[in-house]
C-alpha cells in the first residue's frame, strides 16, 4: 500500500545519491521536498520555509546532525518541528544521544522507502 503523505520536508544530506534517493521517495510519497547539503543551509531554509519535518544525515562538513538537532531545538521558530535523524552511526549510544539532542525518531541507513516514510508519518502524526 502506498501511503500518501503531504507536508513540507527538509532534507539535509551532504551525499549527493542519499540526499536523491530521499527526496524521490519524499516526493513520490506526496511531500514537498525542501534539500539542503549543509546543516548551515538548513538552518537557513528551516527559519525561511517552516517545514513540518526535518530528516537529517548526521556525518557532515561543518556541523553535525546532533548540533544541527540542538541548534534547531533552541530556536522559538524551530523548536517545535519534528526531526527524524537518518544516519549510518547504528550503535546504541549514537541512537540515545541522537535522541537526547532533541531528535524524534532515529532511522539507520540503509532504509527501505517504507521505512522512511513510516518514521516521518510517525513525527508528523504526534506534532499536529
Same mark, same amino acid.
Request: glycine share 4%; proline share 4%.
Given at each position: 500500500?502506498?501511503?500518501?503523505?503531504?507536508?513540507?520536508?527538509? =532534507? /539535509?544530506?551532504?551525499?549527493? %545519491?542519499?540526499? &536523491? *534517493?530521499?527526496?524521490?521517495?519524499?516526493?513520490? +510519497?506526496?511531500?514537498?521536498?525542501?534539500?539542503?547539503?549543509?546543516?548551515?543551509?538548513?538552518?537557513?531554509?528551516?527559519?525561511?520555509?517552516?517545514?513540518?519535518?526535518?530528516?537529517?544525515? =548526521? /556525518?557532515?562538513?561543518?556541523? %553535525?546532525?546532533? &548540533? *544541527?538537532?540542538?541548534?534547531?531545538?533552541?530556536? +522559538?521558530?524551530?523548536?517545535?518541528?519534528?526531526?527524524?535523524?537518518?544516519?549510518?552511526?547504528?550503535?546504541?549510544?549514537?541512537?540515545?544521544?541522537?535522541?537526547?539532542?532533541?531528535?524524534?525518531?532515529?532511522?539507520?541507513?540503509?532504509?527501505?522507502?517504507?521505512?522512511?516514510?513510516?518514521?516521518?508519518?510517525?513525527?508528523?502524526?504526534?506534532?499536529?
Amino acid at each position: 500500500m502506498q501511503t500518501t503523505l503531504t507536508g513540507t520536508i527538509l =532534507v /539535509v544530506e551532504d551525499t549527493p %545519491s542519499e540526499m &536523491e *534517493l530521499m527526496v524521490h521517495y519524499l516526493r513520490d +510519497s506526496g511531500c514537498t521536498v525542501i534539500s539542503a547539503a549543509t546543516a548551515q543551509e538548513a538552518l537557513d531554509k528551516a527559519a525561511q520555509h517552516h517545514p513540518d519535518v526535518i530528516v537529517t544525515d =548526521v /556525518v557532515m562538513p561543518g556541523m %553535525s546532525g546532533f &548540533e *544541527l538537532c540542538r541548534s534547531l531545538k533552541k530556536q +522559538s521558530e524551530t523548536a517545535h518541528v519534528p526531526i527524524v535523524i537518518c544516519t549510518s552511526k547504528n550503535q546504541d549510544i549514537d541512537r540515545l544521544w541522537g535522541m537526547r539532542q532533541g531528535a524524534d525518531a532515529y532511522l539507520t541507513k540503509p532504509y527501505t522507502r517504507d521505512q522512511l516514510i513510516q518514521a516521518v508519518t510517525a513525527v508528523m502524526r504526534v506534532n499536529r
